[in-house]
């Protein structure tokens, strides 16, 4: 379980995080939605070490994640950034391999390899797997960074706007394999999502934020109603229910 | 051919361009000129790692090919205290301060302001390389005008003195100098030696390197200083070569095409010895002396700066 403890970051004299506390439970799809500047970035920013607190305490595994080694921690939690831009010679097998180097610091043994092979596969991605990531197209690159967080292997998976910049496809493509992920092997995923459809149809549990503050925190089918999703983001929604899946409609404002 | 059989081919080019150095031409009464040869190979040969290591990490830090170390303005300083301190003693300048005493106050001076300026700019949440960057930069422009002005109101004569310590020459290396340079530098590779795995992760980025566990924070500011220390030895031993680290890490990239830095570095080095063996090769045999290398490096580099520019606006 990832247990935030109320945490405040401010930027400047902005506050971002206001004594966030939330619990975020194991083996799930959670995401965190909210209108821009609502803080999303910056909880998951701070629950994977990128951003330090200004207050407060994230627990995984029972333990402040400020006393783990760097390389430990690196076992346990994983995160992904939306912007991954590089222009280097740098194959896809070379980049997934980096997912190992929390365990083995880059000098690869046969279990490596063989994780390696796993996450390779399990992305569909053994046919460009000699291929140069900056030749590749927006989503193979993406799941090219996704399989090297899957190599990496680790229970708690943090994902910054995964379906960014992707098309329809693409995004069902990479959510429903976040969902073979969570359900197949076991891990928790939180993410930071904007369409709001993704987020309903694809994760069990959501967190809202706005202002700073988680202000409402439930399983979806509680969240995603329309005066609980008005208050979140301040416009109206029609929800469409179809075969117990909710989808809604907030063109029209 | 595979990345062994080029390493190894760089290395039999540079050994018998070093072989030919030591031995063309050699007078009948050899032991004087074999050791004054042996010193200048060896201080081409230090100078040349020291630029081609702290060009290859400094790209990697800085995310980048056409930028390097000299960017932060560490040349200008050298420039500005050569220049003021012919300025404060005139022609008295070499019983004033001996070469040991500049060579280590050079040393002293660069790495206070690059110190300086990571204290102030790089601190651990707000790591922002890039306005560390753009400070140097002012800063060596500032520098380099302050010691313009300088060097218009000197006396000419001083000036000329002056100029000899503005290009990289290895004509007159000072031995007991090289002594300490060789051993600062040897550190430097030491100590950096452990982490090049670590400048593999730093290629994925800031935050891809602290998921897969590196402490970037300490890995950016360890390789920053060592940088730092490589090149105020090389330019006080030497001079400044401004346009060199480009022209050596990019045909580094171009030959071995990977991300490796347990090959990118060696290599650069290799790479480094043999473009410092040609020029110097071209300053002694085709123009008789009458050259610096630096200028030699400078037209060369700068050409290769040109099309690299180029090459980048194509795509």
């Given amino acids: 379980m990832i247990q935030i403890e109320s945490l405040s970051k401010n930027f400047a004299e902005k506050k971002v995080l206001k004594e966030v506390s939330l619990s975020i439970p194991n083996g799930k799809i959670t995401s965190l939605v909210g209108s821009n500047g609502a803080g999303k970035s910056t909880l998951l920013g701070i629950i994977s070490r990128i951003l330090e607190p200004d207050q407060g305490a994230i627990i995984i595994s029972e333990k402040n994640i400020k006393e783990y080694k760097n390389r430990i921690l690196a076992q346990h939690l994983s995160i992904l950034k939306q912007s991954n831009h590089i222009n280097l010679k740098l194959t896809v097998r070379d980049l997934v391999s980096f997912g190992r180097f929390p365990y083995s610091q880059g000098r690869l043994t046969a279990e490596d390899e063989l994780k390696i092979d796993e996450a390779i596969a399990f992305l569909n991605l053994t046919e460009i797997a000699e291929d140069y990531i900056d030749e590749l197209s927006g989503g193979q690159r993406q799941r090219a960074f996704l399989a090297m967080v899957v190599a990496q292997d680790t229970d708690y998976i943090l994902l910054d706007e995964p379906l960014n910049n992707l098309d329809m496809k693409h995004s069902v493509q990479i959510m429903k394999i976040l969902k073979e992920l969570c359900q197949q092997k076991g891990k928790t995923i939180v993410m930071v999502i904007h369409d709001i459809n993704f987020a309903s149809y694809y994760s069990d549990y959501i967190a809202a934020m706005k202002g700073g503050q988680v202000i409402h925190f439930d399983k979806t089918e509680n969240i995603i109603e329309p005066h609980i999703l008005h208050d979140v983001f301040d416009i109206h929604f029609e929800i469409i229910e179809r075969g117990g899946r909710r989808i809604c409609n907030y063109y029209d404002n | 051919m595979s990345i062994k059989n080029k390493l190894i081919l760089l290395s039999l080019l540079c050994l018998g361009l ?278 030699i490096i400078n037209f060369v580099g700068g050409l290769y700066f040109m099309v690299l520019l180029l090459k980048v606006k194509k795509v």
């Fill in chain 2, 18 to 295: 070093l072989a030919f150095f030591l031995l063309f031409d050699l007078p009948t009464n050899w032991t004087y000129a074999f050791e004054k040869r042996s010193i200048k190979i060896a201080a081409m040969i230090m100078v040349a790692c020291c630029v081609a290591y702290s060009s290859v990490v400094f790209q990697t830090l800085t995310a980048n090919r056409i930028l390097t170390p000299s960017i932060m303005g560490f040349e200008s300083v050298y420039v500005l205290i050569q220049t003021v301190i012919v300025f404060l003693y005139g022609d008295k300048t070499f019983t004033a301060v001996n070469d040991k005493e500049n060579f280590f106050l050079s040393i002293l001076m660069m790495l206070g302001f690059a110190l300086l300026l990571f204290r102030f700019l790089f601190r651990k949440e707000k790591s922002n390389l890039y306005l560390l960057l753009l400070i140097g930069l002012v800063l060596g422009t500032l520098f380099r005008t302050l010691s313009s002005f300088l060097q218009l109101i000197i006396d000419p004569n001083e000036f000329l003195m002056l100029q000899g310590s503005m290009f990289a020459s290895f004509n007159s290396i000072n031995l007991e100098l090289f002594w300490y340079a060789l051993a600062i530098m040897l550190l430097c590779f030491v100590l950096g030696f452990r982490g090049f795995r670590n400048l593999d992760l730093v290629i994925l980025g800031r935050e891809n390197a602290i998921s897969l566990g590196l402490d970037y924070f300490k890995t950016v500011r360890l390789y920053l200083i060592l940088i730092s220390v490589l090149v105020a030895v090389s330019t006080a031993l030497v001079g400044p070569i401004t346009f060199f680290g480009i022209l050596v890490t990019n045909l580094t990239y171009e030959l071995f095409k990977t991300y490796k830095h347990a090959i990118l570095i060696p290599a650069c080095c290799l790479v480094s010895c043999l473009a410092l063996f040609c020029g110097q090769l071209v300053v002694e045999h085709v123009f008789n002396f009458n050259s610096t290398i630096s200028v």
